[in-house]
């Protein structure tokens, strides 16, 4: 039997100082987790901000870092305005604090592109106070104006060069109230952020292996465990049959799990899911036991549930004489409809889709009886709180939530499923457990992109222009599990009408109904939220509008745009991409625009299509204005993980349903693209309007399947209404050697 | 007993001989920088090299390794001297969330070692692992960067 291993990667080893090898800015700060920093000396001027008297400034990142760069550009933005020494920052996770709410929601969490755009200035305001506070200590010390005196480098400096560090004037500092008001700096006086690429705080730990994520985590004592559970959706465990699994290697304990995700259910009876645990000395033995046991299932009430049963009550919906939630209502466009010998219409339908996160659910707990400590790769640290507090009766201030580097997130990771389960095993077991789903767990186990359905009216006047709009939308919910609600949407759904119920353009009769699904599958967001879907319909069915009226789709767009900043993504965008010059060579293009996440972005795809069908994708170009662009390195990166994210949900990814249970296990059957498709020409412009600051992360992958749907119908004339592509035999010549 | 080299370090391990290398490597050596993610060699973040040829540790017994040489992502660089493949992914700043980053790097070592000025097609054929961040882009540039350093430093 192997040797269990315990502390062998203690959590202070991740204290370490990282070094760039090559280039750009050097950066020498450090990383630690929260509460490994035990240094008395250390004083909190606020949540984010400590220092040292020996001048030690540590920043804490109160978001998750997922790839998205939130644990360079969010201490970055305080180095700027508190004046301190980048190069010399230790840069801490953070735990859960009130200051790390995000105002909107009074929740923390990371996602849905906030990081940014709603704690710029939290962060800006925060730093300037401890900046003015430690210059009214040196003011009164030197008995000159706190205004006549500047921060640098982690240094107050004044008029005559005269300088002493922070540390000098931090114990001081922070017996004074924080100043009521304060001025920030201006743009022109950012050093590290607004416009200027910083190398990633998380690079080099992620390029040589040393990157904690959860499935790293070691803590003393800890036990493995390994799962299964029932994969019919609402269905429940007849049997186990253990076959001798106690008297096998490393068998610690077979645990039943009551219910998956006993919190979070819409409705209840739908997600009801049971599970068994193996507990184990090693995760190895874990799964030698668990895969002994032999497990039959009930499938219960959704048995004869599957993608085509599904798909019925979609159309049946659009179709049907049902009860619409009325969304949107300007002018009277139904009467206009009515009434119009020229009407176009269009229904559109994006396929299920799965987060698949590289790294699949994994969390560590240690259940201490009055108090739980969980260490986990997550998006959601105060759901996780809030869940465990209300399943296990410990308040919440007892409940540390550690945050570890998270193997991608996408929305999957704001639930605390994975979590509730590690807590559940710890307490039956006495001893710290780390549980690690397998990818099969992962896929069959996760909280779907739920399927969506679109369909678009018009009707047009005597010149081929829309006169009014209506639309109807059926889409199961995005956010009722991730929202702690013990009640059950009605109506509107959140989320889920975003993109089509906020658009871009106005037309002056609109009709927007809506209709939220109930149907058993469990379902949430995934990046690009309500908008990927709904921004493929819409940006559809423009492209359409135009084609009907024989008009250059730009030029149409710009009849309906109600914002200067869409006039500017689509000029700049047209501009980068060529779009007036004539292709000679085969080549066409196709556009979409999109207003997500305060951020405008237009996109262009080139593409052409082979003699034998094969599509080629030779350019994506963007153009985006999220108003200030902090660090277009970081962005840049966002909005290629974007166009990849797109392009994989539009040409080859779907998720599909039979006999009650998910059919996709694993990257087999769930096909990402790889690397070949990207020898693609990606162009990302920024058009820095000044507006207020909007979200990259997620804006990125929303133009790309009505832009690349829009260029195979430039190519073609043929219009593809559903996704994903590959399901109209639409292939690349990558695709086509992998792609059943 | 199973005996083999680690990053040049030899180790004997009493693991049961089916074990996947992979979780020999992680939990009972405690070199956690080879990854978990598909567990049947779809994806490639838990690759390795095993006597120079790049493996999906994942679904590798560990009685296959008797008496070979194992090289993982802590094996071919440090902070302090870094391979010229980490080197160009800093340079290039590839990595996002990260986790499929070493077997990723893994598999453009080996590339460049056996092919040590790839065309787009040469990796394409060769760099088969999955990334759902979408860093291919960055990848194929890093490994054309990581070629161009390594022919300079020659």
Redesign the interface.
């Known amino acids: ?3 269990i ?1 315990i502390d ?2 203690s959590r202070r080893s991740f204290i370490k100082t ?6 750009g800015l050097m950066l020498q700060g450090s990383y630690v987790f929260a509460g490994d920093d035990k240094n008395p000396q250390q004083i909190s001027l606020n949540a984010f901000i400590r220092i040292t008297p020996d001048n030690k400034v540590t920043l804490i990142v109160h978001q998750a870092e ?4 939130a644990q360079t550009t969010l201490p970055a933005i305080l180095a700027d305005e508190l004046g301190a020494n980048w190069n010399a920052v230790i840069i801490e996770n953070g735990l859960t604090d009130p200051a790390f709410k995000n105002p909107k929601f009074n929740l923390q969490f990371t996602g849905n592109a906030e990081s940014i755009r709603t704690f710029h200035d939290i962060l800006r305001n925060t730093a300037a106070s401890a900046r003015e506070m430690l210059k009214q200590v040196a003011a009164n010390r030197w008995q000159v104006d706190s205004d006549s005196l500047r921060a640098e480098n982690s240094y107050i400096v004044n008029q005559n060069g005269k300088k002493a560090p922070f540390g000098d004037f931090v114990e001081e500092a922070m017996k004074l109230e924080p100043p009521k008001e304060v001025t920030l700096k201006k743009p022109s006086e950012w050093k590290l952020t607004g416009n200027k ?1 910083l ?2 705080v ?12 959860g ?2 985590v070691e803590i003393p004592k800890m036990l493995h465990a390994a799962i299964a559970m029932c994969p019919y959706f609402g269905g429940s465990i007849r049997e186990i049959k253990e076959n001798g699994v106690r008297q096998m ?1 490393g068998f610690v304990a077979l645990v039943r799990m009551p219910v998956v995700n006993p919190i979070f259910s819409n409705p209840p009876e739908h997600n009801k899911r049971e599970g068994v645990a193996i507990v184990a000395d ?3 033995n874990a799964r ?1 036991c668990l895969d002994t046991l032999e497990i039959s299932y009930d499938k219960g009430p959704n048995a004869e549930m599957d993608s085509e049963s599904l798909h019925k009550i979609y159309e049946d919906t659009i179709n049907g004489s049902t009860k619409w939630f009325e969304s949107v209502k300007e002018g009277d466009a139904e009467a206009k409809i009515k009434d119009s010998k020229n009407t176009i219409k269009a229904q559109y339908y994006s396929a299920w889709q799965s987060h ?5 659910m994994n969390a560590t707990a240690h259940f201490k009886g009055d108090t739980i400590e969980v260490w986990a790769p997550t998006q959601g640290q105060e759901m996780a709180q809030i869940v465990l507090a209300k399943e296990f009766g410990i308040p919440v201030e007892k409940i540390i939530v550690n945050r570890t ?6 929305g999957r990771r704001l639930l605390a499923d994975y979590i509730y389960q590690a807590v559940f095993l710890s307490k039956e077991v006495g001893l710290p457990v780390k549980v ?1 789903w ?3 767990d992962d896929m069959q186990h996760d909280f779907y992109r739920p399927g969506t359905m679109q369909e678009f009216q018009a009707s047009l006047n005597d010149e081929g222009l829309p006169e009014a709009i209506y639309t109807k939308l059926v889409s199961p919910s995005i956010l009722q599990v991730v929202v702690n609600a013990d009640y059950v949407f009605e109506g509107e759904g959140p989320s889920y009408p975003e993109g089509i119920k906020e658009t871009p353009y106005h037309f002056e009769n609109r009709l927007l109904h809506s209709y939220l699904l109930r149907i058993p599958p469990p379902s949430s967001v995934w990046r690009s939220t309500g908008f990927g879907t709904n921004v493929f319909a819409l940006e559809s069915f423009m492209d359409e509008l135009a084609y009907k009226k024989r008009e250059d789709p730009i030029t149409f767009r710009k009849r309906y745009i109600a914002d200067e900043r869409s006039r500017g993504v689509l000029d700049a965008v047209a501009k980068a991409s060529e779009w007036y010059t004539e292709r000679k060579d085969g080549h066409f293009l196709g556009i979409a625009l999109t207003h997500s996440f305060e951020t405008f972005a237009a996109q262009v795809i080139e593409i052409s299509i082979d003699d034998a069908g094969i599509l080629d994708i030779h350019k994506i170009t963007t153009a985006v204005d999220c108003g200030t662009v902090l660090d277009p ?2 962005a840049s ?1 966002s909005i ?6 797109g392009l ?1 949900a539009a040409l080859t990814s779907e998720i599909n349903f039979k006999e009650g249970r998910t059919v996709e296990s ?3 059957d769930f096909k ?9 020409d ?1 162009e990302t412009v920024f058009v820095n309007s000044g507006a207020k600051i909007g979200g990259v992360a997620e804006s990125g992958p929303i133009p790309v399947a009505p832009a690349l749907c829009n260029a195979i119908f430039a190519a073609s004339g043929k219009r593809y209404r559903t996704l994903p592509l590959k399901n109209h035999n639409i292939y690349t010549r ?1 695709m086509s050697d992998y792609v059943v | 007993m199973i005996e083999f080299k680690v990053n040049g370090k030899n180790y004997s391990v009493d693991d049961d001989p089916d074990t996947p290398l992979l979780w020999v490597l992680r939990d009972s050596i405690g070199l956690k920088g080879t990854k978990f993610s598909c567990g049947r060699s779809f994806c490639g973040a838990c690759s390795i090299h095993v006597d120079n040829e790049v493996v999906r540790s994942c679904s590798f017994p560990v009685k296959y390794a008797e008496g070979k040489s194992i090289t993982t992502i802590e094996g071919i660089g440090t902070e302090e001297k870094p391979h010229v493949v980490q080197k160009a992914w800093i340079e290039e700043q590839v990595p996002q969330c990260g986790y499929c980053q070493s077997g990723f790097i893994m598999s453009a070592v080996r590339l460049l070692d056996i092919n040590p000025n790839p065309t787009d097609e040469d990796i394409n054929n060769s760099i088969t692992n999955l990334c759902r961040c979408g860093t291919y882009y960055r990848v194929r540039k890093a490994i054309h960067l990581a070629s161009e350093m390594k022919k300079q430093s020659e």
């Open positions: 039997m192997a040797e291993r062998n990667v990282m070094g760039l090898a090559t280039g997922m790839g998205q760069g690429s190398p990633r998380d690079v080099p730990a992620k390029v040589n292996g040393s990157a904690i994520f499935i790293d290697s090693t995760y190895w030698k698949a996160p590289m790294e699949p580097y998270l193997g991608g997130g996408f690690l397998t990818r099969e390195g970081i990166a290629e993980s974007g166009i990849v994210w994989t694993n990257f087999h990402i693209l790889g690397l070949p498709e990207f020898d693609i990606i990558y």
